[in-house]
């Protein structure tokens, strides 16, 4: 299980841009998060500038916009 937060240094790293634009899931539903989703990590969608086709997250912290998190809204 899961806690506290992702880490944001994993997704926004300015030396290896590469290696975070190629993710394409996320799955941390069914976990003990307490802090939200960063928009860094929203922002990895294909419809912004990434390869992330679906973010899979327990809507209390998933606070991306209805494209990656439709079912929360």
Excluded: H
């Excluded at 960063?38 to 922002?43: I, L, N, S, W």
């Excluded at 997250?57 to 494209?67: E, H, L, N, Q, S």
């Amino acid at each position: 299980m899961l806690t506290g937060g992702l880490p944001e240094d994993w997704v926004v790293d300015d030396k290896d841009k590469d290696a975070t634009s190629s993710i394409d899931t996320i799955t941390v539903d069914n976990n003990l998060l307490s802090e939200g989703i960063e928009k860094e990590v929203c922002r990895l969608s294909i419809f912004d500038r990434g390869q992330l086709v679906e973010l899979s997250a327990d809507c209390d912290v998933c606070w991306c916009d209805w494209r990656l998190c439709d079912y929360c809204w």
